[in-house]
T-cell receptor, first 110, second 114 residues
């Protein structure tokens, strides 16, 4: 079992709809979780961090964390073509080590 | 977010030569920097973790004599790929950790060994 798992996609969503990205992790000791967006040929960009159970909203993005289920998700409301990218989920192991999922490729269709 | 600058953004080198990649945190001090490698359509694979003033910690399967990491100051870490070969061609990315455990990435370096 991979430490952080994501559906690799591709996930296609019509413009204006809600895109839902999911991630599960295996290390119950992980307390901090992050979502990164990576455009093709570019390095990842931090979108959201979440540390507590529940929802965290920032603009069109909402991160959700359920530690009991070891599940993290990212919702993108009012999806735009510019949101088309690969989204990486990451969990912090120990004090420093970030473990990444394989990424979900998201395409927003105009 | 914090700014991390990585240079060069791309490099082409001959097989057998060495290449140095620099990673700088511009507006914060990074006690810890991370080096990743990413092959096409794959996720980031952590190569090593470097702490300022001490030896880097390498992940299993990463040759420490081939990938030399130096973290001489709180704002600069370097990765040197020694005796590069075509199979070392990849996208190398550094990141610097903040006190909130968030990681900010440099722009990445695309290395092509011919």
């Amino acid at each position: 079992q991979k430490e952080v798992e994501q559906n690799s996609g591709p996930l296609s969503v019509p413009e204006g709809a809600i895109a839902s990205l999911n991630c599960t992790y295996s290390d119950r000791g992980s307390q901090s979780f992050f979502w990164y967006r990576q455009y093709s040929g570019k390095s990842p960009e931090l979108i959201m961090s979440i540390y507590s159970n529940g929802d965290k909203e920032d603009g069109r993005f909402t991160a959700q964390l359920n530690k009991a289920s070891q599940y993290v998700s990212l919702l993108i409301r009012d999806s735009q073509p510019s949101d088309s990218a690969t989204y990486l989920c990451a969990a912090l192991q120990g004090a420093q080590k970030l473990v990444f999922g394989q990424g979900t490729r998201l395409t927003i269709n105009p | 977010g914090a700014v991390v600058s990585q240079h060069p953004s791309w490099v082409i080198c001959k097989s057998g030569t060495s290449v140095k990649i620099e990673c700088r945190s511009l507006d914060f001090q990074a006690t810890t920097m991370f080096w990743y490698r990413q092959f096409p359509k794959q996720s980031l694979m952590l190569m090593a973790t470097s702490n300022e003033g001490s030896k880097a910690t390498y992940e299993q399967g990463v040759e420490k004599d081939k990938f030399l990491i130096n973290h001489a100051s709180l704002t600069l870490s370097t990765l040197t790929v020694t005796s590069a070969h075509p199979e070392d061609s990849s996208f190398y990315i550094c990141s610097a950790g903040t006190s909130r455990r968030e990681a900010f990435f440099g722009q990445g370096t695309r290395l092509t060994v011919v």
